[in-house]
């Protein structure tokens, strides 16, 4: 990416002089910026392949949540008062920093602050009257096998498939969630939540796999291992916002477990496919077989029994 692109994107806005450029990360579907002006510090979030109704969607959707009062970031508008600009086949748009870091050694108290701040997120989402995504559907039963190859892992997912219908589906709340409440997504500072970034996988579904999906990707700790006194408190936690009926308790057990599975082939499509860093690849696809390890002798019942 050249300075010149940048400077010409900058120009679409009043924040001042460019003092430094910082890049993060290149992922599969955006690329972020860290930059220092004149009138302070932000982020360019550049999504090369996004469609327009996505963008859209994605920053109407962080307005609404951010003025309920939650740590959301700042999203600067052009000098046209757009939230968002052109840039090559995609789309870019800038919000203010937050100070803070990404946590990687979660203790229990750092643990129920992100429980809590999880379930007042899901509680306004709960009560937001808002369109679902374009093109994206609920999580599906029946969904399209995405795993790179026959593997153990399709196999343990294709038969927790066959357990999950047990379900009553029709029991689970629905409405739009985060979808990736995880440590890369979360900023702290000084052991308290200063920000919730990335609303890209937001969209319409179970409210419960919103709680799954967190519960592995920062409530659990992969080098703590899984451990029922941790589930206990996470679940009661969340249940001192939103209640949980018997249906959605069930269906945590099969959302948690399956979001291991979808996960670990994430990373081995990423590593194939070279679309992330392979160091990185190889060290999560590690320490996520450590942790799937920890789990496979945990049944559904003494699961369910923790937390009903």
Known sequence: MKLEEINNLLENYEIGNLISIKKDSIGLESKILFLDTSQGSYVIKIKPFLALSDIEYELDLISNIRQKGLPIPEIIKTKRYDKFVKF?????????????????????????????????????????????????????I????????????????????EKFKKIKLYELRKCIIHADYRSANLIINKDELAGIIDFGDAHYDYLILDLANAMLGCLFNYNNRFNFSLLRIIVKEYEKTITLNYEEKKALYYFFKLRILLVINFYLT??????????????????????????EKINFNDFFNEIK
């Open 270 to 295: 990423a590593l194939q496919t070279k679309a992330l860093d392979v160091v990185v690849c190889e060290h999560a696809i590690k320490d996520l077989k450590i942790f799937l390890k920890s789990t």
């Open 88 to 140: 090559r086949k995609g789309h870019a748009y800038i919000y203010k920093y937050i100070e803070g870091i990404n946590p990687i050694d979660i203790n229990k108290n750092l643990t129920l602050k992100l429980t809590k701040s999880l379930a007042q997120l899901d509680n306004i989402l709960l009560n937001l009257n808002f369109k679902q995504r374009p093109g994206w559907q609920i999580f599906d």
């Open 142 to 161: 029946a969904i399209e096998k995405v795993f790179a190859e026959k593997n153990d892992f399709l196999n343990k997912y294709e038969d927790l498939h």
